[in-house]
Structure formats: C-alpha cells, structure tokens
C-alpha cells in the first residue's frame, strides 16, 4: 500500500461519500476521507492525517464537479460546524442517506434482501430547528455567540441561519447586545473564570411560544431582568415575511433569488404562530466539563415549561427535557411507527427507551395498552405528565431498567405482542436484546439515529429467531450526514 505523506498533493477521484459527509476517494489502494467534496468528482486535495489504513485530506480545487453540486445558502458555511452538507442537492442527500443504511445492514450487519425504501426528506428542509444551543465567547474584545467551527472550540458568531426558527437568532443577538450594554463577563473555558456559558432556546412550532435557558459559572446573573427586556423586545412578534413567494427571515439568511441554489427547497418558516416569550431561566453549571446543562435551573421570567405538539398530542417543555428537534419530521416518525408496529386495538405494547412518551401517546392510539420503560426518573416525570394532560388512560409508564422491569412485568402475566425500541446512538445493550427476543414479541420496530449500530443489533436479532423486513430512512437532519431509520422486523 502507498506511503502518503502529510501536506502532499495529489489528484484523486471521489468514488462514494461516508458516514460523515465526506467524498472518499483511493490512493494506490489507500482510502481518502476528503471535507467538501462529492462522489464523482475529481479534485485535486492535500493530505492533512496519513494513518495505516486511510488518510484525510483538504479539497483544493474541483477539477470536475459533480452534478449534484449546487451553490451554498449560508454566510457561515466555511467555518461553521453545522450543515456539512449544504453543497449537496437535497434530493442526493436523500439518496445518499438511503445508500448509507443499506452500506450498513450488508457491511456491519451481513444482513441481505432487505427492502431499504428511499428516504422521506421534508418539502422545505430550511428553519427545522425548535432547539438551539449557544456557545458564548469574546474574540477581539466583543462578544461572540453561535456554533463550534468544525473539529473546534472556536466559536463561529452567527449572524443568521438556515436550519434554526428565527427566534433562536434573535435571542442570539439579544444577548451579545446584553454583554457589550452591561459588560458582563463571558466564561472562558481555559481559564474556567467568567460568567456566561451558553444560551439555549426552545420554540414550539404548533404554539410559537419560547423558552431561554441561560447557563451561567455562578448562583445569579447581574442585570437579569434587564436580559429579559432585551430578550423579548427581539423576540415577541417575529413571524414570517414573504417575498415573491419566498421566506426571508433570520437577518436575509436567504434571499428571494437563492431557491435555485438549494435545489427545489421552499424557503418557509415552520413555526404556525407568531413567537411570544414564555419562560427564561438560568441553569447553574460552575463545573469544569462540556457538559452544557447542570443540574439546578432557577426561573427569572414566566411559566414553568412551554408546550408544543407532535400531531394531535400536546407536550409541555422544561429546560431540561428531552424533545426532538424537528416536530415536523418526528409526525412522519412516529406516524411509520404505528403503521409498522401493525396495531388492530387488541395488542399490548412495550416502549423501551421511552424517554418523555412520545411514541409512547401516538401507540396508545391503537394499541389495547403500552408500557414504556425509561431508566431516567425525570423523562418518567415528564412522561406521567404528557399522558395526564392529554387525557390517555391506556398507557403506564415504569422507570427502571428494562432487562429488570421486563421480567418482573412477565411474572405478571404480561407479554408484549409488539416491542418498540428507540435506543440513545449506542444502540441497544445486548442485555436489553436478549430479553426482548426470550419474551418473543411478534413484531419489534427499532428507531435508530445511527445506522452502525442499528445494523450490530439486527444481526443480535437475526441470529436470535427474527427477521428484518423493512427499513425506512427518514431525514430529520437536513444538510447534515445524519439519518434516522424505522425497522419492521417480524419473529421467524
């Protein structure tokens, strides 16, 4: 195999794209990870790591581009962590995602003829976002807040953005403006002194209310109650703004000529109601780690939680729960859930991993009744609350291990008909699958938002009487490498 040396050149020919978003190429037979560059075409690139099996390299000029390259819609795009794959057309990233799976299940999984159906991705796959978290820094005595640049905790200030509502950029610029006015000290992580850590919002799409989550190194926030004038002086009232047909917000992130440059994407804000502050909060974290939350919030403004809704169902949002990012595409999710789990009004169903109950509610629809299991006593909380306010009586939730709660609900007498599993990107424990295949569920649907080890745990159940029958990608990180996936897989 070629010896490759850091900082040479060399011309190469892009073959396929990875996991990660980048163009791989060989070298004498040697494996080539290239940032930015597409499959089919030819670029001429530097190598930066030359390890015993690949390399990675810098893109230095596209001497043939490949068809599916299309201009960038971001200011931010060279430096920001964010969207890798914004040089790519959308409806290639679908494909891509798909080809991902697949390479998975026959590569990791060894498992074969398995129908993979083509991604479903989002008829505008811009302002997705309800959630964003905020890295605060200085950089030449001003205050910078917005996203880690990639492989960096360099923070790359953002002015506007094409995947977060046009709240969370308000609030952006709310408190870098509360910094300059107030001279509040920003935490420096070398240093570990400082005060501000990080901002985080979350925005209900179906309600447009907003919550802010300060993290602050310290018990208590100089000038708090005038952050929370500045704050909703920039956020009550944003809405969405049409020109020629086409959305601009977030500071002219995109303009009406751009639609050509993302492909077919519909410029549109997601967010059904004009956005109104709800809820501030300050979120003590003193401790030395990249951890962004701690563990004690305080209320400096409004309610307790926002709400918002994934379909029919109503959700209410505390700093620290868990809720997915893009509720348009977690309807799709959930909705192929339930089409997958087969449900006819008589089966009992058990929801592992069920986090707050999300998927948990939508079973309930059908099912005769759902147990979800969570290890997490606060998502369990969470979980007894959104069943209460959405008036469901056919769902239990049980905190605990589901290897210990399983059994103990067999010696009970209760047996699933349909497992459902939604595992953290670790996948499943082996301890937690070989449970499930000894109870002998009809049916198992697996939510994965990481093909590699969803392919690890279908070989487990392949080889412990099941079998995977169908596999649907869906795109709830547009412009990202990421993919989530629902798996039908039926007992032998």
Known sequence: MAIIKRDEIYTVTITGMNHDGQGVGRIEGMAVFVDGAL????????????????????????????????????????????????????????????????????????????????????????????KA??????????????????????????????????????????????????????????????????????????????????????DDLPYKDELVVMIKEKVDGIGLTKVDGISVVNDGAMQSGDKQKAGDGKFEQLRSEKAVLKSVFLNINTRNTNIILGEKSKKIFGEDKITDFIGKYKFEISPLSFFQVNPVQTEVMYNKVLDYAGLTGNETVFDIYCGAGTISLFLSEKAKKVYGIEVVPEAVHDAL???????????????????????????????????????????????????????????????????????????????????????????????????????RIERK
Request: hydrophobic letters at 35%; a positive charge; one cysteine or more.
């Open 39 to 130: 499959s089919g075409e030819i670029c001429e690139i530097k190598i930066l790591t030359s390890k015993k099996s690949y390399a990675t390299a810098e893109l230095i000029k596209i001497i043939k581009k490949s068809e599916n390259r299309i201009e960038t819609f971001c200011k931010h795009f060279v430096n920001c962590g964010g969207c890798s794959l914004q040089h790519m057309n959308y409806d290639a990233q679908l494909l891509m995602k798909a080809d991902i799976v697949k390479d998975s299940l026959q590569r990791i999984g060894k498992i074969e003829n398995v129908k993979v159906n083509q991604t479903i991705g989002m008829d505008s796959p811009f302002y997705y976002r309800n």
């Open 133 to 218: 978290q905020f890295p605060i820094g200085i950089e030449a005595g001003k205050p910078v807040c917005g996203f880690y640049s990639r492989r960096s905790h360099d923070i790359c200030n953002i002015l506007s953005c094409g995947i977060q509502d046009a709240v969370s950029i308000a609030v952006n610029e709310a408190v870098k403006e509360f910094i300059s006015k107030y001279k509040v000290r920003v935490y420096e992580e070398k240093k570990r002194t400082g005060l501000l850590r990080h901002v985080i919002t979350r925005v209900g799409f179906k309600t447009g209310e907003v919550m802010v989550v300060i993290v602050i190194n310290g």
């Open 385 to 487: 609350k959104n069943a209460e306010i959405n008036g469901i009586k056919n769902v239990e939730f049980i905190e605990g291990d589901a290897e210990t709660v399983i059994p103990a609900l067999k010696a009970k007498g209760i047996i699933p008909d349909v497992v459902v599993v939604d595992p953290p990107r670790k996948g499943c424990d082996e301890s937690i699958l070989e449970t499930i295949a000894q109870m002998g569920p009809k049916r198992i649907i697996y939510v994965s938002c990481n093909p590699s080890t969803l392919a690890r745990d279908l070989r487990y159940l392949e080889d412990n009487g099941y079998k995977t029958k169908e596999a649907q990608p869906i795109d709830m990180f547009p412009w990202t490498p990421h993919v989530e996936c629902v798996v």
